[in-house]
Each structure stands twice: as structure tokens, then as C-alpha cells.
């Protein structure tokens, strides 16, 4: 994942606290690489796949923000909910539920 002084993206994700300023991005980046969908995953590895969603909406002079994650196979849901974030760090919430249901 990481190394000890510079961790790596998951664990950023997992330990973040709220507020915390990530300053500049590291020189070198490491490019995700796109799964096929869904519908063209082998059956053995459909059970692994977790689908999450985040969203900002304005309600008042406020932004309220949800996070969700959803598992079709093992039916299991989580979300999340709050004032004042945008939506992706909604999106970045929505991606912590999916590790902590993932581990």
C-alpha cells in the first residue's frame, strides 16, 4: 500500500479525519484501473462487488451530503450523512463504508 511515512491512498481513505488538509499531491500518481461492468464480471467475482453512491443537495443556506454502499450479493447497506461537505467527499465516504464492508 504505502510506505511508513507516506501512506498510500487506502489508507488515507480509512484514517481521515474530518477537516484534515492533504496539501499538494505526491509527484508520481497510480492510475486506478477500470473493472469491466458488472453484468461482465465472472460469476465467482460478482459477490465481491460493492456499489456506492455520494451526493450533495442544498436544503436551506446548508449543503446536506449522503454516502451510501450497497451489496447486491450479501445484501448488506450502509450510509452516512451530513451538512456542509461537498459531494465528493460524500463520494470519499461512500468509498470508506465500501473498505469497512470490504475488510
Known amino acids: 500500500m504505502g510506505k511508513p511515512n507516506f501512506p498510500g491512498i487506502l489508507e488515507e481513505i480509512m484514517d481521515w479525519p474530518e477537516g484534515r488538509d492533504f ?3 505526491p509527484e508520481k500518481v497510480i492510475h486506478a484501473q477500470e ?3 458488472y453484468n461482465k464480471l465472472p460469476e ?3 459477490g465481491y462487488a460493492l456499489f456506492t453512491d455520494g ?3 442544498v436544503v436551506g443556506d446548508h449543503q446536506r451530503w449522503n454516502a451510501v454502499v450497497w451489496s447486491r450479493t450479501r445484501q448488506v447497506a ?3 450523512e ?3 461537505e461537498s459531494s465528493q467527499f460524500a463520494e470519499v465516504k461512500a468509498i470508506q ?3 469497512k464492508i470490504a475488510k
Open 23 to 25: 496539501g499538494a499531491l
Open 35 to 37: 473493472e469491466p461492468p
Open 44 to 46: 465467482n467475482e460478482r
Open 55 to 57: 451526493s450533495c443537495r
Open 78 to 80: 450502509e450510509a452516512a
Open 82 to 84: 451530513g451538512e456542509d
Open 97 to 99: 463504508l465500501a473498505l
